[in-house]
């Protein structure tokens, strides 16, 4: 062939995945992306055969195989091409198929193949990682590898003379596997295959203790019949070697496939160190074969932000606060501290006497730790550069034989991990604190304010994992643990690269696959993935180191590092900003989208129920956009669930909403004809809306009781037996308690509804006998303060007149002729049929309960003042114009005929009155605010208007005195010696 001329090859419709040279120059065979295999003349550039064997593809990179073809060594007689699971071999000149070469250990297809240089041995490697070799011979299955990670086989190559096998992965590693079906020890395969399950049976036999002692040792792992070593050239990941995994033939043919030793020294010999392999002891092993998950190797303990200690010129952290640089090289060995804001300190240079190799930063502090080295202990070293007084460093020595292996800085402490396995909290003045023991090694820790997360090996992980816990601790004046050696979720296969807090205090970390995860405050502290780095890397080589993390603004900051996982000190690295997202399915949808962002913003503004719960400063303003933020996401989902029919869906929405998005979901829901759901989102309105009452109820009970035990503490031993001048302050007070005390004859649930004395036949409305004198000891209960306000006056003297007369008229019959009067005469409130409570009766007593207490007090004392038939309704109107009308009494009023209109089956004053409230409660705060103006003027009109009728005036006064001087003879113990007629006809006289 001359190689000094060019040829073309056409015939392909796609790109071309392999060629391969027939070993006599007389053919070329190419494996193409349209599903082809040909054979090509060399010499007239023309086709002699095709094949359709292959799967069609658009480009190489979508290519489901690489497809490398191989000829037989020296004579060429077969071609040899990866078919799926098999490999199919085609006869010379013939181009025939006699056969192919499978094996059941393959799932997955074959990439490429590769003769041995005998031409006996045929290789073929799969995408999944699997090796395989046969004897073209006998068809037998020789060998079967997995490779250690499952990375893609791509590259294979044998030894010219010695049984190796050279392989690469898409990774870029490089392997070798060594004795590759070396027979030359004569031993058959059923022999081979019988030892093996001898050393088997031996792994149960014998003295336990040898082969538990040594077996997480490095050189635990001895090899039985053949030895095998891998290349690892992944530079970055030097700090932790992982184990490889192996298997083992099930069919007699086959011989046992040996461990993957680590050997990166290896040289290669001549053709004595080949027969020297050859004869490896095969008869009597030195251990027996273990084919079960191989123990990982155990993270060593580093800095966050921090590069590699063999580096010359390192960071030593670069944080929120500044940047440690050391430089240790035959000239100097020194330390720059650069701080992002000078404002805090000034850029300082130190020297490196004492060969620290640890360091943090903070806005007090900096912490440098060394090792021990020959007679020199471990040290602790801080400069303390925001005291205020002259000496600001410190050094502390540790104990013999105790290294520090983590250090780390909070507000006003530090912290130091040793070998000891202890922790060793400092004051930021030098002060020993609180030590404590770690259940394990540590890996790393981080300070925030108060708060100290520690990472550690809670054991020994298999197959590639690391088993790590956490520990937060906070430590306060209130000293407790967060997370009492939880373990730390990380990705399959990787280790720890990073762990700190966010700006904020959250406490976050980053695997070595680039999975940032953040703690759920709002979860039960459970750590949440916010974001993968590896997304936002183009090339496979390249990383992103971390540096800071941030939830206001949302911000991950890191540095792009191009082809490795750290950055070089100069020139200066630039810092990049990434955003966060969270792993929820269907995120291309509109739905999907709007889950994630909702989500996204409670998780990012937990942060600020922390800070809230602690006692820290936050703005509420921050807070109020993201609740505003959220609601709106609701309302847009709720809005799509309608459009799709899901309105079970819109529920689940809206009970995720506050109490004004539900109300805006209901209005949603009717504009959009959907009865059934405004009808369900009322009732989930009604629920939320008694849960907020009974919320509310029991802090108030709280406070009350509170109250309580401070005046109690603060009263002397004879207050129950002598009588005492009580001011006004304290008498409202003590009149404000009464209403909820619990030291009731009759207790009532705080959201009860109001008017339930009507809805019971058999409960009276009042009760006699109800009110105690001053004599008892006992404060009353049930008394009404009489030195309120103007409107409240009226009320409360309706009340004690006619509790006045329920003591003098104390028996059955006239109680039950007050109830039956009531029942007929009241203006407002109608008998409701006796049923069990709803949830949207609950929800009405709710409205009821959250008008005024004016309100509420009139119109519970209306009822018993017009069962009286001798009571003139003259009386009950100038009650009326007496009490003040509240917004929602004047918005009822004017609206009263739209909610009859738009409710025909309502009958009852009180569904009025709570379909009333929930409409009014829907009106903006401008709207109410305008009613409420508004009723306050009417009030100032009508009482204009109640001069010109003085007589009218003049007799309800004389009433409100006469109910006074009756509540001041009851407080003088006085017998009550006036009757019913002669005090009702003092409302009685001219008024013909």
């Avoid at 001329?5 to 190419?30: C, E, I, N």
């Avoid at 395969?189 to 040898?210: A, C, H």
């Avoid at 700006?503 to 970390?509: L, M, Q």
């Avoid at 009263?715 to 006004?728: C, D, K, L």
Wanted: charged share 25%.
């Amino acid at each position: 062939m001359d190689n000094s001329q060019q040829q073309t090859f056409r015939g392909h419709d796609a790109p071309v995945l392999s060629l391969s040279f027939d070993p006599k120059d007389v053919f070329l065979a190419s494996a193409s992306c349209d599903g082809t295999v040909r054979i090509w003349n060399i010499s007239d550039q023309t086709c002699a055969v095709s094949w359709p064997v292959l799967q069609k593809s658009n480009d190489v990179v979508n290519a489901q195989s690489i497809c490398r073809l191989a000829w037989q060594p020296k004579t060429g007689k077969f071609l040899a091409v990866p078919v799926e699971k098999s490999v199919k071999l085609y006869r010379r000149e013939t181009w025939s198929n006699p056969f192919d070469l499978s094996d059941s250990s393959i799932s997955q297809t074959l990439n490429i193949v590769t003769w041995s240089p005998c031409g006996q041995y045929l290789a073929a490697g799969a995408i999944n990682g699997l090796i395989v070799v046969w004897n073209v011979e006998t068809k037998d299955c020789m060998e079967r590898v997995k490779h250690e990670k499952g990375y893609a086989i791509c590259g294979l190559a044998w030894h010219p003379t010695c049984s190796r096998i050279c392989y690469t992965d898409v990774e870029g590693n490089l392997g070798i596997l060594e004795n590759v079906c070396d027979l030359s020890g004569k031993v058959s395969s059923s022999k081979v295959s019988s030892r093996v399950e001898k050393d088997y049976n031996d792994l149960f036999d014998g003295d336990d203790t040898n082969s538990a002692g040594d077996f997480l040792n490095d050189n635990a792992v001895e090899i039985p019949s053949f030895s095998k070593g891998i290349i690892n050239q992944d530079d970055d990941n030097d700090d932790l070697m992982l184990s490889a995994d192996h298997v083992l033939g099930d069919d007699e043919n086959s011989v046992d496939v040996t461990m993957l030793k680590t050997d990166l020294h290896r040289e290669e010999g001549d053709n004595d160190q080949a027969s020297s392999i050859h004869n490896l002891p095969l008869i009597k092993p030195q251990r027996a074969f273990y084919d079960g998950p191989m123990p990982t190797p155990r993270q060593k303990p580093f800095q966050s932000t921090s590069t590699p200690l063999h580096l010359s010129h390192r960071f030593m952290v670069w944080n929120s606060v500044g940047i440690i640089r050391c430089y240790n090289d035959d000239q100097d060995s020194a330390i720059d501290v650069e701080f992002h804001d000078t404002s805090i300190h000034h850029a300082t240079h130190l020297s490196n006497v004492f060969n620290y190799t640890m360091g943090t930063l903070s806005h007090e502090a900096i912490l440098l730790a060394c090792e021990s080295a020959d007679e020199l202990a471990s040290k602790l070293h801080c400069l303390h550069f925001s005291s205020w007084d002259s000496s600001k460093e410190w050094i502390v020595d540790m104990p013999q034989n105790e290294d520090i292996e983590a250090i780390c800085l909070g507000l006003g402490w530090a912290a130091a991990a040793t070998t000891a396995l202890l922790l060793r909290l400092f004051t930021i003045g030098g002060v020993q604190k609180e030590v404590f023991c770690l259940p394990g090694p540590v890996v790393s820790m981080a300070g925030h304010g108060e708060q100290l997360c520690i990472v550690y090996h809670r054991g020994t992980g298999f197959d590639g994992d690391q088993c790590l816990g956490v520990q937060l601790l906070e430590l306060g004046r209130k000293k407790k643990q967060v997370l009492h050696g939880d373990p730390l979720p990380l990705t399959r296969k990787s280790y720890l690269t990073w762990l700190g807090f966010s700006a904020e205090g959250t406490p976050c970390y980053v695997d070595s696959e680039g999975c940032v995860r953040m703690l759920n405050r709002g979860l039960g502290n459970t750590w949440t993935p916010i974001c993968n780095i590896r997304e936002h890397c183009k090339g496979k080589s390249d990383h992103y180191w971390v540096v800071g993390i941030h939830e206001n603004p949302q911000q991950l900051r890191c540095i792009p590092c191009k082809g490795s996982r750290f950055p070089p000190t100069l020139p200066r690295p630039a810092v990049a900003i990434l955003s966060f997202k969270l792993p929820y399915c269907q995120t291309s949808t509109e739905k999907g989208q709007m889950e994630e962002q909702f989500w996204h913003s409670v998780l990012f503004h937990n942060y600020l129920d922390y800070l809230a719960k602690n006692g820290y400063d936050y703005e509420e303003s921050i807070k109020n956009q993201a609740v505003k933020e959220q609601q709106e996401l609701l309302l847009k989902m709720l809005a799509l669930s309608c459009k799709l029919e899901r309105e079970f869906r819109c529920v689940e929405l809206a009970d995720l909403m506050t109490q004004n998005a539900v109300h805006l979901a209901i209005k949603y829901a009717s504009r959009s004809r959907k009865l059934i759901l405004a009808q369900k989102l009322s009732e989930l309105a009604a629920e939320k809306a008694a849960e907020l009452a009974e919320t509310q109820a029991e802090e108030e009970k709280e406070e009350d009781f509170r109250e309580k035990l401070n005046a109690g503490y603060s009263h002397t031993a004879t207050e129950w037996s002598q009588p005492r001048v009580r001011s006004q302050v304290e008498e409202d007070a003590e009149d404000r308690e009464d209403i909820v005390s619990e030291e009731k004859p009759e207790p009532h649930n705080y959201g009860q509804n109001l008017f339930q004395s009507a809805n019971s036949s058999d409960t009276p409305a009042l009760k006699s006998g109800a009110v105690f004198s001053s004599s008892q000891g006992r404060v009353n209960p049930f008394k009404v303060p009489v030195n309120s306000k103007e409107p409240a006056l009226s009320a409360n003297s309706t009340r004690s007149a006619n509790i006045l007369d329920n003591m003098n008229k104390s028996s059955r019959k006239s109680t039950s002729f007050n109830r039956v009067a009531n029942n007929e005469k009241s203006p407002v409130i109608k008998p409701l049929i006796p049923k069990p409570r709803s949830k949207q009766a609950t929800a009405a007593s709710y409205f009821q309960k959250r008008t005024s207490q004016a309100d509420k007090t009139e119109e519970v004392k209306e009822n018993p003042k017009s069962s009286s038939s001798e009571t003139p309704t003259v009386c009950l109107q100038n009650s009326e114009n007496q009490r003040p009308k509240t917004g929602f009494q004047m918005w009822l009023e004017e609206n009263r005929s739209n909610i009859l209109s738009d409710n025909p089956d309502i009958s009852d004053e009180a569904d009025i009155i709570k379909e009333g409230m929930i409409r009014f409660r829907v009106l903006s705060a401008e709207e109410r605010k305008a009613w409420t103006n508004k009723a306050k003027g009417e009030t100032t009109s009508d009482g204009a208007e109640a001069k010109k009728r003085k007589r009218e005036t003049c007799e309800t006064e004389n009433q409100e005195e006469a109910v006074r001087d009756n509540l001041d003879l009851s407080k003088k113990q006085k017998g009550l010696n006036l009757s019913t007629n002669e005090k009702l006809s003092a409302f009685a006289f001219k008024q013909e």
